[in-house]
């Protein structure tokens, strides 16, 4: 079975600042990785993803990821943070494999909040 | 604007009723995905179509069925609702059937049982 824990359910970081959201993932097979952002009202847009070769994985909006075995780690960077930047963030992750008889399943960890301080 | 579309954005109705939620998914997509996002649950993974065949479940309950046309739109029905029915629905797509494809999700559908 797999699972994603976010740690921090709120982040905040002034406007410039490096912004770390962190997620360590379990899985017995290897994984795909999925960052996606949600603004308010809104649904779930994809950042960025990681299936296989290159470990550093560059996004959307400036944001990069990198997937890092040996720690089950896959936290999210962006070395400058901006207002437009505050939103939620859900780390997730899938596989093609058959559990229970079912094909395949995208889990979602809790998410989170990120705030931006002018 | 991802290209998926859901209707109704949103659906208040009483416990015990049933509705219908629809989705229709980006152009050239054959996959569609149903979420639910509610406070005490956070987002789960509902139900797979593809290309009109239910491909993967995850935790969907007895009383929600869903389906998908040959015009790979799709409907999620639940049935019996009851108050912690209460979420945001969301419809994603995706071209393939496999997970490592980018799913793109709808805007939502927000349902509150009363």
């Known amino acids: 079975a797999q699972s994603v824990t976010q740690l921090g359910s709120h982040v905040s970081v002034s406007e410039g600042a490096l912004v770390l959201l962190r997620c360590n993932y379990s899985s017995s097979v290897p994984p795909y990785l999925f960052w996606y952002v949600q603004y308010p009202n809104q649904g779930l847009q994809l950042l960025l993803k990681?299936?296989?070769?290159?470990?550093l994985v560059k996004g959307i909006n400036g944001f990069e990821a990198e997937f890092k075995k040996s720690e089950t780690s896959f936290h999210l960077t962006k070395p400058s943070a901006h207002m437009s930047d505050a939103a939620e963030y859900f780390c997730?992750?899938?596989?093609?494999?058959?559990?229970?008889?079912?094909?395949?399943?995208?889990?979602f960890g809790k998410g989170t909040k990120l705030s931006v301080k002018p | 604007d991802s290209g998926v579309t859901q209707t109704p954005k949103h659906l208040i109705t009483a416990t015990g009723q049933r509705v219908t939620l629809r989705c229709s998914p980006r152009s050239g997509d054959l996959s569609v995905y149903w979420y639910q996002q509610s406070l005490d649950q956070g987002l789960q993974f509902l139900i797979q179509?593809?290309?009109?065949?239910?491909?993967a479940k995850g935790n969907i309950l007895e009383r929600f069925s869903a389906q998908q046309f040959p015009d790979l739109h799709s409907e999620l029905n639940l049935s019996s609702l009851e108050l912690g029915d209460s979420a945001l629905y969301f419809c994603?797509?995706?071209?393939?059937?496999?997970?490592?494809?980018?799913?793109?999700f709808g805007p939502g559908t927000r349902l509150t049982v009363t």
């Open positions: 997730a992750v899938s596989t093609d494999m058959n559990y229970g008889g079912s094909q395949g399943n995208l889990i």
């Open positions: 990681y299936t296989t070769g290159a470990t």
């Open positions: 179509y593809y290309n009109g065949e239910e491909r």
């Open positions: 994603a797509s995706s071209v393939g059937v496999t997970w490592r494809n980018e799913q793109y």
